[in-house]
């Protein structure tokens, strides 16, 4: 009888474990400042090569 109860219990948790990832939802934030936001820069040394020199430029990457 043990046995069938244990059984039944591990049963149910595993069930509920499975239902509960597919009634999750996707929530997306929008907030109304957008056109204020700071631009993330960085600065990114780029390495060529030009007649045989190399040129080594800093160039500014932003998001």
Same mark, same amino acid.
């Not at 597919?22 to 600065?43: G, S, Y």
């Given at each position: 009888m043990k046995k069938i109860l244990l059984a039944s219990v591990i049963a149910l948790a595993t069930v509920s474990?499975?239902?509960?990832?597919?009634?999750?939802? +996707?929530?997306? $934030?929008? *907030?109304?400042?957008?056109?204020?936001?700071?631009?993330?820069?960085? +600065?990114?040394? $780029?390495? *060529?090569w030009k007649h045989h020199h190399k040129v080594v430029r800093e160039i500014r990457v932003c998001n």
């Amino acid at each position: 009888m043990k046995k069938i109860l244990l059984a039944s219990v591990i049963a149910l948790a595993t069930v509920s474990a499975a239902i509960a990832p597919t009634q999750a939802e +996707t929530i997306v $934030v929008k *907030t109304n400042d957008h056109m204020h936001m700071k631009k993330h820069c960085r +600065t990114k040394l $780029v390495t *060529t090569w030009k007649h045989h020199h190399k040129v080594v430029r800093e160039i500014r990457v932003c998001n």
